[in-house]
């Protein structure tokens, strides 16, 4: 019996075990899920879980019951390294032998080497460790005097940092804090550079009324727990930061010699294959497909399982592979903390509570496709 091991829970994943299961996968091919978390959140819903308008077990998927629904094998456990060559994958406590597999496992924040920021800050990356960690800040402001101020920076200018800043200020706000002084950093230029402008616009007016102070082109090169320090030797004070940049990949890729771009992506064709590896794919942030250019967002991780479900049957069965294609242009449903949220696409901008309710009936429905 053939082994197929697919290594993370991540948002192609997902699709691609229930397209298989849904569709009669061959009965003579054991099918592996290796996972370092049983309950994988859904990040589309996490801003809302956030400002308090979800229970945690509304937007976490639980990948052993969905290997079960389909006899599927699930393992929780953190992968270390892979030997094409052999064909083994090795966790923190056993080694998995494959004949085909594929790696989902998602990003973390581009952290670099900046000083301080391992101790003095809360990474947005794992979302478990983000939600547990903006809960214990929340609790702690409120055992705190009344008269305290509480200075909190987000460091990073992209839809993911604006909702968690906006969210987190909801969440205050409903807990009758009214002492904090927020404030979002970023090296960039603008807010929200892949977006039109329309949508910078808008969220520049919802930053500017909610008091949050925003400062730019401030790239971060120091994080103490009192402050932050720009490349410009700007001082801002801050007694919490949460650090919401660009996406880095896990190094166990490039350290087990995998074909990597220099920043640690895996590199794949266009039919998602590990680049000179013919049973091995990746896919969603951790891979890097030559020639193509595309946001490293859940919206491109979605599509690429109708491929990679299709390009491991073709495996199986000898036929040829689909090529993947990303889409020119994805549309962005963005919260703003308060059961309202943003429409961008194109130059598109449309926004409201209309906008909150499609994007919780589109967040709720992929979820239940799991559960």
């Avoid at 899920?33 to 994988?40: A, D, G, N, R, Y």
């Avoid at 597999?101 to 990356?125: E, H, M, R, W, Y």
Wanted: proline share 4%.
């Amino acid at each position: 019996m053939k082994k197929i091991v697919l290594i993370g829970g991540g948002h192609t994943h997902l699709e691609t075990i229930q397209r298989l299961g849904e569709r009669s996968f061959a009965q003579d091919y054991k099918l592996i899920l290796i996972s370092s978390e049983v309950h994988t959140p859904y990040s589309g819903m996490i801003p809302g879980l956030i400002s308090g308008h979800y229970k945690s077990n509304e937007c976490h998927i639980d990948l052993q019951k969905l290997c079960g629904k389909y006899d599927y094998e699930f393992v929780q456990q953190t992968v270390l390294k892979i030997s094409s060559n052999e064909q083994t994958i090795h966790t923190e406590s056993g080694t998995y032998q494959y004949d085909l597999a594929s790696i989902n496992t998602g990003s973390t924040p581009n952290s670099k080497t900046i000083a301080g920021l391992k101790d003095c800050a809360i990474p947005v990356k794992p979302i478990k460790g983000l939600v547990n960690n903006i809960q214990n800040l929340l609790d702690r402001i409120g055992r705190a005097p009344k008269y305290s101020t509480h200075r909190i920076s987000v460091v990073g200018g992209g839809a993911a940092s604006i909702e968690v800043l906006l969210a987190l200020q909801y969440q205050a706000t409903t807990r009758g804090y009214t002492n904090l002084q927020l404030c979002l950093i970023t090296a960039a230029t603008d807010i929200l550079e892949t977006h039109a402008l329309p949508v910078k616009r808008k969220f520049h007016r919802i930053l500017h009324q909610r008091g949050i102070t925003t400062y730019y082109n401030a790239p971060v090169i120091e994080v103490n727990k009192d402050y932050l320090k720009t490349g410009s030797k700007k001082i801002i004070p801050s007694d919490f930061v949460i650090w919401a940049t660009g996406a880095s990949p896990s190094h166990w890729p490039k350290l087990s010699g995998l074909p990597t771009t220099e920043d640690g992506y895996i590199k794949t064709d266009n039919f998602l294959q590990v680049k000179d590896i013919n049973n091995l794919f990746a896919t969603g942030d951790i891979a890097s497909i030559e020639g193509l250019t595309y946001p490293k967002s859940g919206v491109y991780a979605v599509k690429q399982a109708r491929i990679l479900e299709a390009n491991i049957r073709s495996k199986l069965s000898g036929a040829p592979l689909q090529s993947y294609t990303p889409q020119k242009s994805s549309l962005a449903l963005i919260s703003t903390g308060d059961k309202n949220a943003v429409a961008s696409k194109h130059i598109l901008c449309a926004s409201g509570r209309w906008i909150w309710k499609w994007k919780d009936h589109v967040d709720r429905k992929f979820v239940k496709k799991f559960q």
